[in-house]
DNA sequence: GCCCTCTATGTAAACGATTACATATTTGGG
DNA sequence: CCCAAATATGTAATCGTTTACATAGAGGGC
């Protein structure tokens, strides 16, 4: 491998100058300049970024740590961390991590020496486990916060999109509202299931705890889940599902009954998944900026690390958007005509 | 920060121990091994990998470059990467390359010092461009092969699973079959439409260019491809789509312009997507085992390290399965019974 | 008691860059 | 023509590790 001390003697100058030349730091003559980035060139020289960042304690890298995340929503804020780290000379560094404190914990530890920060998304982590990360660097939390107010934190507004897709489920007339849930245990599904009651008694209707089935965000939960539902006495009229993969799931499970979408029973979700325009019927759901998402966790971590993680703490959710189609019924269906259509679905 | 000079003085011992004992080599009392390990737990001690990496030349890190992904294959293949590269102590850079040659080398040089390999996918470049890529660290190319045999490779077997689910739809009767291909650049996409005539030809079936609709691998795309198709005088009795993505595409446009499927028109996808067995009707697809891939990839670097890239190059192609559902007609519908659901599903 | 072989530990040289400081050369003002 | 300032370049310390080599003491065979 070709060092800088190889292009230094191969252009009878000194690593300092060549170090220069290659940083554009320090002066140096206009002729000196040239010869040093054609040698430097022609023996295809790249500087190695472990020996640079010891010496200037900046790796240009940042850490992210993932649950099991599936779908779409993986691949999304990866692309927005991704495309502001580039943005701004960074690289991402990516660890799937077990969400105990401890497997957390091993984790940030080992980024010691090959990232400035850390984005940490841990949504199934109580707000306690988070209160101390024995951590150096900055630090961003991602769908979750802690409850002490020493670590950045950025999170979906849950609770305000359930409020008002279930809002919405009300303004058409249902009265009996099921939910699927996610995981308790899960920040997003908590803040959700805060929505969606919230929503019913602002409208004055009584919670029934036999419409709060238990889910855990994959499509088998929320078919089961309907199964249930259907099986009631009383049957709700409209289902929320927590997630679209869920909704996907139960609209499954309608279909399978005989049970009319939206006619017999409306059904909505969480997130907008790129697909759920393309369910039958069309689903309704809660658009979540997912590229936003990543690419504001990664700013934040930016901000951190310029200010050497000394800065006012900072705590924000990013909006979401109501995104009304035929699976709740009650409203025109969104079907733009045909010639428009190919323009318009590859940029939602 | 504590470095192991910290740790040394604390202990009263030398760097060199205190390094013997945290890394198992040479030989060192009981009594020492206890005192360290003891001073540097309480230290909170961490080793830098910056530093470990320059001297021993080894970072521990796997560069992955990838091209614009969407969806799940996007994390399933991360999630097979980052699977195996733990289990064998290495942690995965992720970053999104420019899909020419430029990117690509620019991405692979910026790995220098960072990563002990590469695995780049790139399913858009020709194969030309990647004959020579300027890298003394190992090399493992996704989804797309160089045409020397420079660089171990690792495909899906496109041809192979084109072929057998196109043999299906003529084995249950269909004659006029149509495609809806993928990017004419794209290596898979080239695999899949050589498998589709491939096929046709096997069975004495005329090859008719009008049959054969530009896609892109988006939803979108299926869904006009389809639009195109049943505007002809002539209409296929069944589509293969060259992928899922455009199969519900095409799945929405079908139901919206009112025909049925699988008794109008059979529909299938590939890639076996977690969602196909969710769609209306159910969709027969290719199941690409896409863990798998980012595991083999992962596996294939691994060996290339350690064999200091000195080994006989591999070529090598995961196998494809047939997964007929409902939406291709013909065959018992999969519907399994209720209580095991769960559980299969979940599997899959 | 001598020498050889272990075992346990320390010393110091790498690894490949950056950069403070020193030195040499040029420039220009008076 | 001299000296200060500016410019160009070099020398060497430094970052935090690993590890080859040196050293010192302990144990054992003769």
Redesign the interface.
Known sequence: ?VTIKDVAREAKMSVATVSRVLNGSGPVSEETRRLISEVAGRM?Y?????????ITSK?Q?LGVLLP?????F??EV??GM??TA?RNGF??????AYADRHGIETAI??M???ADGVVVMSPDLDAESLLNL?S?IPVVLLCSVSRGNEIDSLTIQNCRGAREMVGHLISVGHRRIAIIKGSPRNYDAAERLRGYRMSLREAGIMLDPLLEREGDF????G??AV?ELIALKNRPTAIFAANDSMA??A??AL??SGIAVPEEMAVAGFDDI??AR?M?PPLSSVHVPIWELGARAVELLLHGITHKNDHPRRRERVSTKLVIRRSTGGVPAE?PP?QT??RK??SV
Chains 1, 2 share one sequence.
């Open positions: 491998m295809r790249v500087p190695h970024s472990g020996a640079r960042s010891l790796t890298t099991d995340l599936y779908g779409e993986f691949s990866i692309r991704d495309d580039q690289h991402l560094l990516i660890s799937r530890r080992a010691r020496g090959r024995p150096t994959t499509e088998a939960a078919y089961s199964l996907i799931g609209l499954s279909r399978e790129p697909l393309y039958d079907r045909p259509l190919k679905l590859v």
